[in-house]
Every structure is written in structure tokens, then in C-alpha cells.
């Protein structure tokens, strides 16, 4: 018999849905199938010896505190040293403005707890990240979609969204998940300047900003706000923004970092008080160890180059193996880029296909709030080794040649 | 001008409340003062050296997996290891009946998302577990305080508590925090009888129960249960039992653990997604390393010497020194004991003169949902040597004798 525990949700209609991209993690697991489905760095670029020696220090010089309860905005140090690497790349802020987070996903959980009400519309990049959603769909959001192109989100779709008074925007600018595309400067400016006018605040997600590899580092939008309201380099704090040490350093010690106005952040602390009481004292003093001294700067060279190239074969490939009808962006950085298909392939049903084949991928319906992307898939590149994705994408695009003459 | 972002805060009258405990915190951080107010162990007791060894090993032997990317769930070798401690302790569970928590403090929070709608009644402990109250108010809960005894909650307050319908009961059976009573195995098998009568399941709460230095251990609700339904040993389901590495390795891991049912877990399993992805892959490897062939039940020894002899010295000194018109808890294990004090004297007024000479306690209203507490005191005897706890209950029995005389 059921326990009251399990009763409720044995008996009641309304499911809550499984993560696809966690199902599709979980075939990862299966060595024999090549992933572009999850979004994983390489495990090679990881600074193990970094890391050993970084342990070995922090355990040796500070063990009694890197063991014990900590502060639930973060440890100093770090948050110290976020704030002088937010000041070389756009505004200067205090450590009050930043908190320390188990991951970005917890930054965008207690965003959508401090700020949703049930019923708010969000507005979000059509495609968007799944993470998001999942994070915002706990506390009741609706969405406003605006469609991005190989420049970003569509501006004058933009304004539209606006009039209907969402709660905030969220935007990934650079290098986006899923889609690849990067926010261009002018559209950058427009939007700061939309968000104004309408008192609409962003939520800026910026987790690959440093993973670039070609074209000019574009200013983050809480930089451009500052420029807008005539103080430049100053945290005008109307840009709530989200970065991670998951993709320049290692995503399996969960640290990331939300940047906001100061008292959003005392919010937040009291949201994270009662979550989880503070992130793990002994992750991030390790981080702060590997990071300090400037390694970082030198570390994310070696992880772009790897990127670089593993994208470079991936496009090449496609170039070299897709059916012409099918279209792809060209990410200028980050992890992924976004496949077009013809209209008759639902790319759900690929899925399957392309599992038997021993290759996967995300369908791109589930990177959108609004039911689109059945005929769109997203494919990492950080993964991989190279020769695996030139044999990864040639399975694919056979197949998807079969698929297209049906 | 406030940006949107701070603008709802600044206008709105509802104000969230800040942590007593919190704030007490920082007042630790000044090492002058004599601080018996956090839950925090000995950093003497840190297994140092058998944490660096473990650092080497993972990173040596799996690094790349232990800074990748992770599963919701936990770490495997980690969950079934629990698994095993769990049936040797009290009932035999699945894997697939434990998640890794970031702390429970997360299992607390996650509890709250599924189980509590606004306005749902909890029987809690009067008085109970701060960190509880926090993660549960944010969900909207109301408390039905049942106070407890020396043998912990009275059961016949209990039986009226139930006849009003709350979710749960959440109980701290073993060295309670804040009153470091233990419930009765009595009391524990009626507790287990009435929650049936009513269907009203159990959340049980156990960071303390392996910190016994006195008399014997006794079983669990979780084992209660299957006494009660005639399954001797088998994990029921009525209870979900809570624990937690924190009070026996170190809590600045954040690990811990929550067992429940195969169906509640894969509803706590998507709600981690959402909320966080997964708990450090790397602190959870270095756990299980640590822990493996059986360390942590020698270590749990050394944990109980240090604590027990840290407990007595508070004891003897409250005997020699306290008036006569104040009383105490005897607790048989854990880090806390509660002291009461005459009615005249409101312990939060008493604080401000006790950090004045540089000892400080938690007041017993930080603990209480119903408001009561008002004369009673948290006091830790963990994290302060022997001496400094001598002097400073000397202190603090002073303090007293002349409050009492005004």
C-alpha cells in the first residue's frame, strides 16, 4: 500500500516532466554511443595537477576552515577575485554585489523564486536554455518568446514582448546555449535602452563570454547600461549577471556567481540561507587556489584552442556530409551550434534514429517555451575528440540524407 | 534612482527576516568572544590528513570524472555505501531510495517545494530546528508546536495535533537541536502507531544520532515503522529519514543524505535539477574515499571523546557555578543543551549584555514557532575547547546571578 508520502503523487493527473536532457546524459553513460547531446567540457582540458597542488594547500594552510560551515555569500577571497575580473572586463563593483552560487542553475532557481509570481511572463530567447526553463516553470512562469537570428534576439520583436510588462528579460548574449549565436553590439544597445524604457530589468547569463575564438570581445549588457545611463564603468545594477567557473575551470565542483545590486544580493543570501546554508567552504577555496595569480587567463588559452578546433571539424564535416537542404550556425565561440532540418523531419523521431546509430544529439523543441524547434537540433562540440565528431556528424548527416529522400 | 530590480524591495512593507543564527555567526567571527551560539563541530577533529590522502587519490585515479558534470541522484559508490551503513543500523533500503543532498538544509528546502502548499499545517517540536522553520516558511507553512520533555515530544499533545490534518510531523529524535532532549523509545513507538491512525507520514531528522556518550542507541522511526507494520527491517516508507557527513566528517562539504521512497525520490531528483543539477561530484568522491573501509566509525569514536568530555565540563561548570533558580537539559549525545532561566529575564535582552562580555548563546525564541522561548537559551559545547567553555559558562552564570538579584 502507498504511504501518504508517495500517495499524492501515485494519485494525481498532473505529472511533472523528466528532463530530456538529462535522459539523453544518462545515454552518455553507454561509451559506445557519441554524445553532442550534453553539455560537457572536455575532461581533458581539466588542470588536474592545478587542482592536486591547490588541494595539498588549502588543506595543509587553511584545513580546519576549508572543512567547516562558511559564509553563505561565499568565501572573501572569491568573491574579491570576481570582482577585480568583472572590473578588467566591463563595470566596477563591490564584493557586496556578488554572491557565490552551487552552480548558475541555483542563480536562476532563486532569481525565479525572489522575482516570479505565478502567472508572470518571462521574456526568453527563442531557443533558450533548457535549465532556465525548468528553474522558472517550478514557480509558475509564462513566457514571452522573441526569435533569434544569427545577430541574437530580434529587436523589434523585443518591443512587442515589452508592452505586455514581463517581469525581466532573460538573455544569453554570447555564444548562445542552445543556438550558438552571439547578441551584436547594436542590438546590445537597443535592448538596454528597451529595457529602460519600459523599466523592465535583464537577467544577463553569460556562462562561455570568455570562450571566444575569433572576432572581438563584445561588451556585456550590464556595461553597455552603464554607457547608456552616462556612467560608464560604474554597476548601474539594472543587469542582474550570471557567470559560472563551469566551462573555464571544472563544472563538477558546482561554483558560479550572480552579480546584482546590493540589496538583491541580500535577498538572495537569505533565499540561500534557507536553501542550502552556503556553498561548499572547501570547493571554493579550492578555486580560489588554482585561480589566483592570473592561471585562469592562461587556462581558458588551452581550452579555447581545443574548442576552436573540435568546432572547426564539426563544420567542416557538416560542410562536407549534409544534404543540402539541411543549415547550421557558425558559433564565434561557447559549446554548441544549432542544425536545421527540412520541415518533413521531426527531429524527436531522429532522435531515435540517429540512438541506433550510436550518435545523439537534443532536439531543439526542447530549448523552446513556444512549441518550435521540432525541425532544429543542438550539437556540443566541447565534448568530443575531433576524430569522434567527424564520425559522429557523418553518421548524422548519412542518415539525414536517408531521412530526407523517404 | 532603484533600478526595478530593488525597487519591489524598497516599496514593499513585507519584510523577510534575517537570521538570528546568522547574525550570531558573524559575531563568531571575532575571535575575543566566547561563542557558544553556532552548531559548529571542532575543527580539532577534522580528519586532515585522511582528506588530503583522499584529494590525491580521486584526483589521481578519476579526476576527470570527479570535475565533470554529475548525477542528480549522487554519486553511486556513495549512495549504495549509505545504503549499507542504513541496513546495518536500521532498515535494508535501495540506492534508489537515496539522494545526495548539498547539506539538508537542501533536503529540508526540497521537502518544502513537493509537500507544502500555503497554509498546510507541520507538527513540529516545540522548540525545533531552526533551519527548518526558514526552509519551510518560504513555502508558506503554519506550525503545530508540540513541546517536548526530557523524553522529548509529549505524545499527547500530539494526538490533538494530528486531529487538525497537517502534512507532516518533523521530528529530531536523537540529541535534539536546540534542546538536546532524546525522544523515549516509548514515545518513538507510539509516535510510529498515531502518524498510521491518522495517515499523516513522518519526516525524521537525524544529523546527531551516531554522537551517543551515553547509554545505548536507540532505533529509528524508519524501524519503528516496520516493527509497527509487521515487516521487521524493511524500509516502509512512512518516514523519511534525513542525514547528514556534516557532524561526523565536516560540514564544509556540504553532503547529505535524505531516504524516501523510490517515487518521492524521483520527485526530489527533478526538483534538484531544476534547483541546483547535482551536488559536487568532487566533495562526494572525496567523501566516499574518506569514509570507505569503515574510517568513519573509528573516527566517529575520537568525535564522541572530544565531545563528551566538551559536554561535561559545560555541565559541571553550570552545576558549580549557575543559580539556583536556572536549569538545564542533560543530553545523552549531539552539541547542544538548553538552559532555563527565571521568567524575569528574557534571554535576547540577555545576549546583547552577554556579548558585552564576550560570551555569547542563542535565545530560545530563535527556536520556538508558537513564540515561546522567551527564558531558555541554545548552548554548544562542540566547537569551544574545555577551558574556554569553563570560562565562559562561568561568564555567563555571573551574568546571571546578578540579573537575578536586580
Given at each position: 500500500?502507498?504511504?501518504p508520502?508517495?500517495?499524492?503523487?501515485?494519485?494525481?493527473?498532473?505529472?511533472?516532466?523528466s528532463?530530456?536532457?538529462?535522459?539523453?546524459l544518462?545515454?552518455t553513460e553507454?561509451p559506445?554511443i557519441?554524445?553532442?547531446?550534453g553539455?560537457l567540457?572536455?575532461p581533458?582540458?581539466?588542470?588536474?595537477?592545478?587542482f592536486?597542488?591547490a588541494?595539498n594547500f588549502?588543506?595543509?594552510?587553511y584545513?580546519?576552515?576549508?572543512?567547516?560551515?562558511g559564509?553563505?555569500?561565499?568565501y572573501?577571497?572569491?568573491?574579491?577575485m570576481?570582482t577585480?575580473?568583472?572590473?578588467?572586463?566591463?563595470?566596477?563593483?563591490?564584493?557586496?554585489?556578488v554572491?557565490?552560487?552551487?552552480?548558475?542553475?541555483?542563480?536562476?532557481?532563486f532569481?525565479g523564486?525572489?522575482?516570479?509570481?505565478?502567472?508572470?511572463?518571462i521574456?526568453v530567447?527563442?531557443?533558450?536554455?533548457l535549465?532556465a526553463?525548468q528553474?522558472?516553470n517550478?514557480?509558475?512562469a509564462?513566457y514571452?518568446?522573441?526569435?533569434?537570428?544569427?545577430?541574437?534576439?530580434?529587436?523589434?520583436?523585443?518591443?512587442?514582448?515589452?508592452?505586455?510588462g514581463?517581469k525581466?528579460?532573460?538573455i544569453?548574449?554570447n555564444?548562445q546555449?542552445?543556438?550558438?549565436?552571439?547578441?551584436?553590439l547594436?542590438?546590445r544597445q537597443l535592448?538596454?535602452?528597451?529595457?529602460?524604457k519600459?523599466?523592465?530589468?535583464?537577467?544577463?547569463?553569460?556562462?562561455y563570454g570568455?570562450?571566444?575564438?575569433?572576432?572581438?570581445?563584445?561588451p556585456?549588457?550590464?556595461y553597455?547600461?552603464?554607457?547608456?545611463?552616462?556612467?560608464?564603468?560604474?554597476?548601474t545594477?539594472n543587469?542582474?549577471?550570471?557567470s559560472?567557473?563551469?566551462?573555464?575551470?571544472?563544472?563538477g565542483?558546482?561554483?558560479?556567481w550572480?552579480?546584482?545590486?546590493?540589496?538583491?544580493i541580500?535577498?538572495?543570501?537569505?533565499?540561500?540561507?534557507?536553501?542550502?546554508?552556503?556553498?561548499s567552504?572547501?570547493t571554493q577555496m579550492?578555486?580560489?587556489?588554482v585561480g589566483?595569480g592570473?592561471?585562469?587567463?592562461e587556462h581558458?588559452k588551452?581550452?579555447?584552442?581545443?574548442?576552436?578546433?573540435?568546432?572547426d571539424?564539426?563544420?567542416?564535416?557538416?560542410?562536407?556530409?549534409?544534404?543540402?537542404d539541411?543549415?547550421?550556425?557558425?558559433?564565434?565561440?561557447?559549446?554548441f551550434?544549432?542544425?536545421?532540418?527540412?520541415e518533413?523531419i521531426d527531429?524527436t523521431?531522429?532522435?531515435?534514429?540517429?540512438?541506433?546509430r550510436k550518435?545523439a544529439f537534443?532536439p531543439g523543441?526542447?530549448?523552446n517555451?513556444?512549441?518550435k524547434?521540432?525541425?532544429?537540433?543542438r550539437?556540443?562540440?566541447?565534448?568530443s575528440?575531433?576524430?569522434?565528431?567527424r564520425?559522429g556528424?557523418?553518421?548524422l548527416g548519412?542518415?539525414?540524407?536517408?531521412?530526407?529522400l523517404?
Amino acid at each position: 500500500m502507498e504511504t501518504p508520502w508517495e500517495y499524492r503523487f501515485a494519485h494525481r493527473t498532473q505529472k511533472m516532466g523528466s528532463s530530456i536532457i538529462r535522459e539523453l546524459l544518462k545515454l552518455t553513460e553507454d561509451p559506445s554511443i557519441i554524445s553532442f547531446g550534453g553539455g560537457l567540457p572536455a575532461p581533458e582540458v581539466f588542470p588536474l595537477e592545478k587542482f592536486s597542488e591547490a588541494c595539498n594547500f588549502v588543506l595543509d594552510n587553511y584545513g580546519p576552515t576549508a572543512l567547516q560551515y562558511g559564509a553563505t555569500d561565499g568565501y572573501a577571497p572569491l568573491r574579491e577575485m570576481i570582482t577585480r575580473h568583472k572590473a578588467r572586463y566591463s563595470v566596477s563593483i563591490k564584493p557586496e554585489n556578488v554572491m557565490i552560487t552551487s552552480g548558475s542553475q541555483q542563480a536562476l532557481d532563486f532569481i525565479g523564486r525572489l522575482f516570479i509570481n505565478r502567472g508572470d511572463y518571462i521574456v526568453v530567447e527563442s531557443p533558450t536554455y533548457l535549465g532556465a526553463l525548468q528553474a522558472w516553470n517550478a514557480y509558475g512562469a509564462q513566457y514571452i518568446t522573441v526569435p533569434v537570428d544569427e545577430d541574437g534576439m530580434i529587436v523589434d520583436e523585443l518591443e512587442k514582448a515589452l508592452r505586455v510588462g514581463p517581469k525581466f528579460i532573460y538573455i544569453l548574449p554570447n555564444f548562445q546555449n542552445p543556438s550558438g549565436v552571439t547578441l551584436s553590439l547594436e542590438r546590445r544597445q537597443l535592448i538596454v535602452e528597451m529595457a529602460d524604457k519600459y523599466g523592465v530589468p535583464i537577467v544577463e547569463d553569460d556562462p562561455y563570454g570568455q570562450l571566444r575564438y575569433e572576432g572581438e570581445h563584445l561588451p556585456s549588457l550590464a556595461y553597455l547600461d552603464s554607457v547608456y545611463r552616462g556612467d560608464v564603468g560604474t554597476y548601474t545594477g539594472n543587469v542582474i549577471y550570471l557567470s559560472t567557473f563551469s566551462k573555464v575551470l571544472a563544472p563538477g565542483l558546482r561554483l558560479a556567481w550572480v552579480i546584482a545590486p546590493e540589496m538583491v544580493i541580500k535577498k538572495l543570501v537569505q533565499t540561500k540561507q534557507a536553501a542550502d546554508l552556503h556553498t561548499s567552504t572547501f570547493t571554493q577555496m579550492v578555486a580560489f587556489e588554482v585561480g589566483k595569480g592570473g592561471f585562469l587567463d592562461e587556462h581558458v588559452k588551452i581550452i579555447r584552442a581545443v574548442y576552436k578546433e573540435r568546432r572547426d571539424v564539426m563544420l567542416e564535416t557538416m560542410e562536407e556530409i549534409w544534404p543540402s537542404d539541411t543549415s547550421w550556425t557558425t558559433p564565434k565561440g561557447g559549446m554548441f551550434l544549432w542544425g536545421k532540418v527540412p520541415e518533413k523531419i521531426d527531429t524527436t523521431q531522429l532522435l531515435k534514429k540517429a540512438i541506433e546509430r550510436k550518435v545523439a544529439f537534443v532536439p531543439g523543441i526542447a530549448f523552446n517555451a513556444d512549441g518550435k524547434g521540432k525541425n532544429a537540433m543542438r550539437l556540443n562540440f566541447s565534448y568530443s575528440t575531433p576524430e569522434t565528431i567527424r564520425e559522429g556528424i557523418t553518421r548524422l548527416g548519412y542518415l539525414l540524407r536517408e531521412e530526407i529522400l523517404k
